[in-house]
């Protein structure tokens, strides 16, 4: 199982922490760090930052939504960053939620998300391979654009410059079952939301007949510390807003994954608290057997007996949402 280094997305302002991490992270041969982006930093130019600070750790956008950039664009930025850092770039795209696709972007979320997301990532494809213009006859997606709006004037283009790599890694953030068995089929690996070593039984049907060298690549946080229930409080914070601000009250797919993995009542209770302004209520009311399972907490002998957990397992990937270098050094001491 390999390391990656999880930086996520900038809050209020960047944080001067993650090209220190990220340095680190190569020092102690992490295989990869990957940015994240929601409705503010980007997660491109970041990644671009430390690529060029740094010299053999592999670059991954976890994730990249689709919503923000039409797919040539992403496609441009890939090839572009992949030449950069001399062919370490890895796409991770995800579609993200209607809140967000139609509050942020300002676009329709599709009623068809697979269908989309095929098309997306059918797009993305064509622009690496650079086999011929690109040509998709799409329902969300289509090149050239044939809309009643159009001039009619488009044409099939191939991208002017040359992509270092036409196979590229493509990974997809996915949670639904549906979602997650296309994965397997159009991408080159899967970042799951949230990943129990104990519960895999929960993805098992979407995961029948991986191909070769899929990655799985969930994200975790690992703390090293005394108090196990202090350590999961950051987890707890996480989950509270994704499970009950990160989409509506009637369509939540974070609530819904948290509902599939078991905790159905509990997740209905931290949307109802978080929605009725009841923030710091529904943190506590995220079941510490939940963030527990999903993290790695605990002092250093807790988590390398449940570092055995995820070793053992379909993950090819973990990667760590870590607050320090100390804690990166410490997993990658048990990981060897």
């Known amino acids: 199982m390999r390391l990656g280094l999880a930086l996520g997305y900038w809050g209020r302002g960047p944080d001067p922490r993650h090209l220190e991490l990220a340095q680190e992270a190569e020092r102690l041969g992490y295989d990869s760090v990957w940015t994240a982006e929601s409705w503010g930093s980007d997660a491109f130019t ?5 690529a060029a600070h740094t010299s053999r750790i592999r670059l991954g956008t976890a994730i990249a939504q689709m919503a923000a950039r039409s797919p040539t664009t992403t496609a441009m930025h890939a090839l572009t960053l992949d030449h950069l850092s001399g062919g370490r770039m890895m796409l991770g795209l995800g579609l993200s939620g209607p809140q967000v696709v139609e509050g942020w972007y300002g676009r329709p979320f599709p009623r ?6 095929r098309e997306y990532v059918d797009v993305v494809r064509q622009v690496l391979r650079r086999e011929g213009p690109v040509e998709v006859a799409g329902r969300f997606h289509a090149h050239p654009y044939r809309g009643e709006d159009a001039t009619g004037l488009g044409k099939p283009l191939k991208p002017i410059t040359h992509p270092l790599r036409a196979d590229l890694p493509i990974l997809l953030g996915a949670e639904g079952p549906k979602n997650i068995a296309q994965t397997t089929r159009i991408a080159d ?5 949230y990943w129990s070593p104990t519960r895999t039984d929960a993805y098992e049907a979407s995961l029948t007949d991986l191909p070769e060298d899929f990655a799985i690549a969930p994200m975790a946080r ?3 510390c005394d108090d196990v229930a202090e350590g999961l409080l950051p987890v707890k914070a996480m989950l509270g807003f994704y499970i009950g601000g990160m989409g509506h009250a009637k369509r939540n797919f974070h609530a819904d994954l948290m509902a599939r993995m078991g905790y159905a009542d509990e997740a209905r209770r931290v949307q109802e ?3 009725a302004g009841r923030r710091e209520e529904a943190v506590l009311a995220v079941p510490d057997a939940f963030a527990d399972e999903i993290s790695l907490v605990g002092p250093r002998g807790r988590i390398a007996e449940r570092l055995e957990l995820w070793r053992k397992g379909p993950v090819t990937d973990l990667l760590v949402l870590a607050p320090d270098p100390h804690t990166l050094r410490i997993l990658a001491e048990l990981n060897s």
């Open 189 to 193: 690996g899967w970042l799951p939301l």
């Open 222 to 224: 690992v703390t090293v």
């Open 46 to 50: 970041p990644l671009t930052w430390i």
């Open 112 to 117: 068809s998300p697979l269908t989309a997301t």
């Open 273 to 275: 608290l978080f929605l």
